[in-house]
């Protein structure tokens, strides 16, 4: 049986040229309140958005980004904040450190873990809104490279120590005198599903993890890697590349900069 939510969500790609048509307050709201109702570690709300307006900001992070022009192009464009900072003030206007000290625990500040449910709670509320948008004809694309230089995006938006900027996400109409897109195809099933444990796989199986990307690339037609194999031409591409080096840079730094206060701890 098919849906409408399920026909949404199997038809679902990302879209990085839009129609030149703002985004109606309306549907921002819509879209802002779908976010708001996805599900929430302990219904803290460990996250923020910010609705980034300004075209300098998106100028800029068109650059920072590694360098997507499209974004300073979005009609719509949030930011996504892992966000234990305002918990934690929270904590401490109910002056819950004094109260841990009475009771004889320690009071401690946001630890790494706190980070990941964090984590969990901004990127949950962005895929709603996704699918939200996808619901009325706003297409979407994520931006992981928000993750990278971490001290500039720091400053552009002015975040404290226990936030940490997680994704990106750029909106927009969709064109609809693009051709309709083939998908993108996905592993096999095999390699993502289990039951009941962990598989591993073996070196004759794993040649064969990228073959669906492969075909879909090249649709058939013979292609030689400059590296010699579609593995070490995505090592070169997506795992070694400037972008991703500096990406852990900068999520390095953020972690040093969520932990330094080790007075609270
Ligand atoms: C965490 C994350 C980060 C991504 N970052 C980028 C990005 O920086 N730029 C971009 O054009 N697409 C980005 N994407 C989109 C992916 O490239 C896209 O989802 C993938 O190629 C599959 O295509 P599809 O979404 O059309 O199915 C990102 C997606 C995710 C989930």
């Given amino acids: 049986m ?3 939510t399920l026909e949404i969500m199997l038809n679902r790609h990302s879209v990085r040229k839009y129609a030149d048509q703002p985004i109606s307050s309306d549907d921002k709201h819509r879209l802002f309140n779908c976010a708001m109702r996805a599900p929430t570690a302990g219904n803290l709300m460990l996250y923020s958005m910010i609705e ?9 992070l068109a650059v920072t980004c590694d360098n997507q022009p499209f ?7 949030v930011l996504f904040l892992a966000d234990y900072q305002r918990m934690f003030d929270y904590y ?8 841990a000290e009475k009771n004889g625990m320690k009071f401690r500040s946001p630890e790494e873990g706190d980070l990941l449910l964090a984590v969990n709670d901004a990127l949950i509320a962005a895929q709603s809104m996704v699918t939200a948008a996808e619901s009325i004809g706003i297409g979407s694309c994520y931006i992981g490279d928000i993750m990278e230089n971490f001290e500039e995006h720091r ?4 975040l404290p120590r226990y936030v ?6 750029c909106f927009g109409h969709i064109l609809h005198s693009e051709k309709p897109r ?6 096999d099933e095999k390699f993502v599903h289990f039951e009941n444990t962990y598989k591993s796989f073996d070196d004759a199986d794993l040649v064969h993890l990228m073959d669906k990307t ?3 690339q090249y649709q058939g037609r013979p292609h030689v890697y400059e590296e010699g194999n579609i593995g070490c031409n995505l090592y070169k591409r997506k795992y070694a590349a400037d972008y991703s080096i500096e990406m852990n840079r900068s999520v390095r730094a953020a972690l040093e900069n969520w932990k330094k206060d080790k007075n609270l701890q």
């Fill in 214 to 216: 492969e075909e879909w």
């Fill in 52 to 60: 980034v307006s300004d075209q300098k900001l998106k100028d800029r």
């Fill in 155 to 158: 400053d552009m938006f002015n």
């Fill in 164 to 169: 940490f900027p997680i994704t990106l996400l």
């Fill in 92 to 99: 401490l206007a109910f002056e819950a450190d004094k109260w």
């Fill in 2 to 4: 098919i849906n409408r």
């Fill in 182 to 187: 083939r998908q993108i195809p996905r592993l």
């Fill in 71 to 77: 974004i300073a192009k979005a009609p719509l464009v």
